[in-house]
Each structure stands twice: as C-alpha cells, then as structure tokens.
C-alpha cells in the first residue's frame, strides 16, 4: 500500500525554520490512504461471457483504470492509485447499450456484475444504475476528528517560538531568498497562464472545425441515400416489440447488478470505518508526540543557515520553471496560428459542400417536375426514360462532387491530427 503523509510543522513569525522542519520530520501524520488495488468486472449478455467488451473506472472526470473482457466476459483493472473515492464504472461494447454503475465504494479484489443489451431504436444508449453508498459521511466524519487532533499538534508546536531570537538574522536572509523564489513562480505562473490561454482558443478553434466538417458529410450523406420510407408495418412493430422487451430485460437486470455493487459498496463502508478509526489512532499519537518534541527545538535552531541555502536554491529552480513556461506559451500561440489556417480551410470545404446542396435541391425540383408529368401521363415511357437518365447524370455528378470534397475535408482533419 502506497501512503501520502501530511506534515506538522512549526511556524515562526511566517517562517520556517529548520526547527519545525526537523519536528516535521519525526511527526507523519497519514490522513489520506492511497492503495494499489485490483478489481474484476464479469460481464454478459442473455447468460453467455461478452469478450472484448471495454470496461473503464473513472472518478470525477479521471480515469483510474480500465480494462478489457476476455473469452468469459471477465475485465481485470488494476488501479495504481485508490483514495477511497467514490467511482463510476462504465462497460462500453459495439451495437449494445452502454451500462454505468454509478457511485461504487471499490476494495481490494471486489467483483462485479454487468448485463449489456442488444441496442435497438428505442432504448436508452446509456443505462446509469445509481449504487446507494454512505462512505462519504464515514470520510467527513474521521476527518474532522484528525483535523481537531491536528490543531491540538500546533498548539504545542507553537511553544517553540521562544527560539526566535536565537535565529533571526538566519531568518531574515532566508525571507530574502524565499522573495526571490516567490518572484519567480509568478512570472512562472504568468507564462503558463498564457500557454493554456493559447493551447485552450487552439482546441476550440480545432473542435469548431471539426464540428463544421462532420455536420458538412453528414448533411451530403444523408441527401445523397436513397429513401427508405416505405418499410413494412409489420417490420416496425417487431422492432419496436424487440425494443420493448430489451428496455424491460435491462432494467430487471440493471437492479440485480445494482444490488451487487451495493453489497460491495457495503463492505468498503465496513473497512473505510476501520481506517478513519486507525487514522485518529496515529493523530493523536503524533499530537503526544509533537508535545515532547517541543524540548529539542532549541538545538536545532542551530542548523537554520542550511535552511536559508536551501531556500536560495530552490528560488534558482523556480526562475528556471518560469523560463519553461514562457516557451510553453509560444509554442502553445504557434499552435493557435496553425489551427486558425487549418479552421478557414476547413470552411471553405463546407462552404463548397453548402453549394453542392442548393444545386441538388435544384435537380429535386425537376424530378418533382418529372414525377407530376408522369402522375397526368402526359410523357410516353421513352421520353420518361430519357428525363430520368439525364436527372441521375445530374445526382451523379453531384455525389462524386460530395465524394471529393468529404475526401479533401479527411485530407485537412488527418493533416492537423498530426500537430
């Protein structure tokens, strides 16, 4: 198990000196626990193991693990870093409705259980089963009482201030080098600032173009089908009778995984009620601690000129991130030129797409011509003929137009894909 530590130090005047640096060094006090664990999903459909199915976990927007289903349906994720959060599982698989089970408390080893459905016109394409879980109030509640063990820490620590005196002018040269590093990280800051300003108007402006490219091939595609209007009825109501079976199927089986995942949600509750107990344990171990660790302050105040170097070093390697930054920021503002160019090519394409259309809609209104002779028979089926032929010369000449430009449009998104 991998552990993050947060440290109790003493503060003097605003500063930090090596005594309370030292202090810091004997009192760990863990209060977020960050494990390695692995957990299995088995998923299925109508009884039978689904392989290949794409399995992720993911917590506030981050994915902490995924992983992938074999020949018996069964993904196992192993997540490098757990805190105890609440997560999402979601299984995605082609042609069948996406499962999510919302709000999992995950352990060591867990297992759970995911049915997918056939996707048919209908259904929903995301199927969100809510897990009931109160793991969030067990968290809060522990960590108020380390919080109040934390405070009683610095109200030891804070005797320590009768030191001062003995370490003032090592402090003054120490805040010095802390202003120059302070310096630094905001021009650091500054230029970053500026990189992701310039690399966040570069993704819009690409996703923009993008957008427009998708809509423009999507709107050629669908006037360039043949229409499909005339389906039989009784096609219709099976596909809807199949639909309705699959949406009653999947939120039977959407509770039975929903009960699975609260059961194991139940467990983590049990161990995230062990832990807050352990954790108070060793806050309150480290306040005692800190307490005794009060008498050695006055030896170690001796050592604060190696802090003040270290503070002027670290103040160096600032200046240096700064430096960083600010060619991060240029080439983020090149990226933007890059993508501008790549947005008004792009809207050139669907503009030429846009006048492929109205050209069609033109040659729509001759067939619709062509189609009222033939409603009144005024055209022998010769003449019929020949009309026809020449109106699809003209839907042909328009869909190889459609087809090179779509063909340039993948051209440009494949060209700035690269950048």
């Known amino acids: 198990m991998k552990k ?39 998923v299925t459909q109508n009884g039978q193991g689904v392989v290949g199915a794409t399995v992720t976990v993911t917590s506030q927007g981050k994915t902490l693990g995924t992983g992938v289903s074999d020949m018996k349906g069964n993904a196992n994720i ?31 080893n867990s297992s759970y259980e995911v049915k997918l459905q056939k996707f048919v016109e209908g259904m929903d394409a995301v199927s969100i089963i809510k897990i009931d879980n109160n793991i969030g109030k067990i968290i809060d509640k522990s960590e ?20 001062k005196k003995e370490t003032e002018e090592s402090i003054k040269n ?56 005339n389906k039989e009825a009784q096609a219709q109501k099976l596909k809807e009778y199949e639909a309705q079976m699959a949406k009653e199927k999947a939120a039977q089986e959407a509770e039975e995984m929903k009960k699975k995942a609260e059961k194991e949600a139940s ?10 107990k352990d954790k108070e344990k060793e806050a309150k171990e480290a306040a005692d601690k800190a307490k005794e660790l009060e008498d050695k302050a006055k030896d170690e105040a001796k050592d604060a000129a190696k802090s003040e170097k270290e503070a002027e070093e670290k103040a160096k390697e600032e200046e240096k991130a700064a430096k960083d930054a600010e060619k991060a920021a240029k080439d983020a503002a090149k990226e933007k030129a890059e993508l501008e160019k790549f947005n ?14 109205e050209n069609r809609k033109k040659i729509d209104k001759d067939q619709d011509k062509l189609n009222k002779k033939l409603d009144k028979g005024k055209l022998t089926p010769e003449e ?27 051209k440009l998104k494949k060209k700035y894909k690269k950048k």
Do not use: H, P, R
Request: avoid cysteine; charged fraction near 35%.
């Open 344 to 357: 008004k090519s792009m809207d050139k394409l669907v503009s030429a797409q846009s006048k492929i259309d």
């Open 174 to 229: 120490k805040e010095a080098s802390e202003q120059a590093q302070k310096d630094a990280t905001a021009k650091k800051e500054e230029a970053q600032k500026t990189a992701d300003e310039n690399k966040k108007s570069a993704e819009e402006l690409k996703a923009e173009a993008n957008k427009k490219a998708e809509e423009a091939k999507a709107n050629a595609e669908k006037t360039s089908q043949e229409s499909a209007e």
């Open 267 to 276: 467990k983590a509750e049990k161990d995230a009620k062990d832990e807050a």
């Open 78 to 108: 192993k997540i490098a870093e757990y805190k105890s959060e609440v997560v999402d599982i979601t299984t995605t698989m082609k042609d069948m409705q996406t499962v999510t089970l919302s709000g999992a408390v995950l352990k060591n």
């Open 144 to 163: 108020a009482k380390v919080e109040n063990l934390n405070s009683k820490t610095e109200d030891a620590t804070q005797k320590a201030e009768e030191l």
């Open 4 to 42: 993050i530590t947060v440290l109790v130090a003493l503060i003097i005047s605003g500063s930090l000196t090596l005594s309370a640096n030292n202090i810091a060094k004997e009192i760990n006090t863990e209060v977020v626990n960050v494990e390695a664990i692995s957990i299995k999903v088995n």
């Open 384 to 410: 019929a003929k020949l009309e026809q032929d020449k109106i699809n010369t003209e839907y042909s000449k328009l869909d190889v137009a459609t087809q090179k430009n779509n063909e340039k449009i993948d």
